[in-house]
């Protein structure tokens, strides 16, 4: 059998971090950009997907005070954020969730913001999600997320995938060993949805305030308000 997206990821934990900044083009400037339009004050956060907690991080010097709740179902990625926010000597409450996003057990309304860097692709299907996060939300909630689109036409898409296969191998680049895996791990678990359809998925869910404030190739930023 297949291993799953997090048994992917929690294989790799050692090397994602220099992994990730030689396949994703722009990975930090992203993150950085996602933070910038996270807003001001939230006492109760849920990441999904932190992954080695590059975002958790940041989340936890942004709202030092909010109670943090980070989800990803490879427990060897939670193991790191774990250790990284411990380090760090962080002071808000913080509850790790060893669960996949579908099955995330939250209570209504529980959240003000709900964000996530590069993990909501591996749901395939988007339209329970997002209902459900909306209930998890508050009646002022956002969800800020970074994540891989599809472009709107085969075309673009191609494109997008051409050019991102090029940043691959330049310096500091990807092994052709590398490319072939992430090659494999996106046929087998990504699940790309154009932007438009994001929207309007988001819409149906009964999200308002629908916007993208950053695009690189597939990468891009979606802002939705409770
Ligand atoms: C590409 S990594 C992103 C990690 C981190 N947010 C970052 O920006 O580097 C995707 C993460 O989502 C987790 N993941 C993938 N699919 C998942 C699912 N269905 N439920 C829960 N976690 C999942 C993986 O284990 C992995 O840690």
Not at 29 to 45: K, N, W
Not at 173 to 185: K, M, V, W
Not at 209 to 221: A, E
């Amino acid at each position: 059998m297949q291993p799953t997206a997090s048994q992917y990821f929690g294989s790799m934990v050692g090397e994602y971090d220099s992994l990730i900044r030689r396949a994703v083009p722009r990975y930090d400037e992203m993150r950085e950009r996602l933070l910038e339009y996270l807003p001001d004050t939230a006492e109760s956060i849920l990441e999904l997907g932190c992954g080695t907690g590059n975002l958790s991080l940041a989340l936890a010097a942004k709202y030092p005070d909010a109670r943090l709740t980070l989800v990803d179902a490879a427990p060897e990625m939670l193991d790191v954020t774990r250790l990284r926010l411990a380090e760090e000597n962080t002071t808000g409450e913080r509850r790790f969730v060893h669960s996949t996003f579908e099955d995330l057990p939250c209570e209504e309304g529980e959240f003000d913001l709900i964000t996530s860097c590069i993990s909501l692709h591996h749901v395939r299907e988007k339209a329970p999600l997002y209902r459900k996060l909306l209930r998890f939300l508050s009646s002022d909630g956002r969800l800020i997320f970074a994540d891989q689109l599809r472009g709107v036409t085969d075309r673009v898409h191609a494109i997008n995938w051409r050019l991102w296969l090029e940043f691959c191998r330049q310096p500091p680049s990807c092994s052709e060993e590398e490319i072939q895996s992430l090659l494999d791990h996106a046929e087998e678990h990504d699940h790309y949805t154009p932007l438009a359809e994001h929207f309007e998925l988001l819409s149906a869910a009964g999200f308002r305030d629908l916007d993208c404030t950053w695009r690189n190739l597939i990468w891009g930023i979606i802002h939705a308000s409770a």
